[in-house]
C-alpha cells in the first residue's frame, strides 16, 4: 500500500464501506423477497468480497461480523415478515391461498388444516396467530431497526441488537414448545411431518446465535 | 486488520456463562424436537 495522509484513508474507507454496502444491501433487499434469493445471493456475495478486499489494503472498515451478523438479521426479519404479512394481510388472496395451503400440506398442518376459518383469517393453528402478530408487529421491524443502527456502528444499534436476540430466543422457545403441545394435531395428515418442518425452520430459529458476540464485543468500536 | 485487543476476565466469564446458557436453550429445541420425533414413529399420520 502507498503511503497516504489521514484524511486520504478516511475518503478511501468511507468510499470503499459505501460500494460494499450498496451490494449488500441490494442483495439483502432481493434475497429478503423470498422468491428472488437465488438472484440476491451473488449479489450479497460481491458485497462480502469488496469488503474484505478493502480490509486486507488496510482500510478502516466494519468489522466482518458486525456486517454478517447485521446483515442476516434483517433479512430474517424480512423473509419472515413477507410470509407472515401475507398470512395476516392478504390470506384471501389466490397466492396466499395456494401456496400456503400447499406449503401447509406439504410439511405444516397448520397452514392447512381450517385456513380461513377463524374470524381473522389465515393460518388456524392454535395459538399460532398470536405469535404472528408479536413477530411481525414487535420483533421484526424492532430488528430491522436494531440492525440498521447496529450497521452504521451506533451504541444503540449494539444496544437494541442485543435486546431484540434476547427477545427472539423468547419468540422462538415460546413458538415451539405451543406447537409442539399438539404436535400430533398439526402434523396430521402432512406429507413431511417433523422431519420436513425442522429441516425448513431450522434456519429460521437461530438469530440468538449472536448473542455471546454482542455481549463480549468491545463495546468502545459503537459511538454515541 | 489490526489485532484484537485482549478479553478481559470478566468478558470470558460472562461469554462461557452465555455458551453455557445457549447449550441449554439448544437442548431444549433439540427435546421439543425428539419429542415430535417419537410421535413421527408411533402415530399413523
Redesign the interface.
Known sequence: MTSMTLDLHEDESRRAQKGADRWLIVGTILMGTLVLGPLGLPVFCRGIYLLRKA??AGLSVRPMMVTLIGYVIILDAAINSIGWGLDIFANHALITRTIFTAWGNLMDGGYFWHYNELWIGGAGAPGEKAWIIVCIVVVFPMRIAAAIGFLQMRRWGHQWMIVTCWFG?IA??GY??NM?MY??VR????AF???GW?LYNIFY?TP??A??YL??V?REIFSD | MTAKPPMSEQDRRRRRALIVFQIFVYGCLIAMFLIQLQMLFVKEW
Open positions: 480490509q486486507s430466543l422462538w422457545m415451539i414448545l409442539t404436535a400430533d402434523y396430521a395428515g402432512v411431518p417433523v422431519l425442522w430459529i440468538f446465535l448473542i455471546p455481549h463480549t468491545n
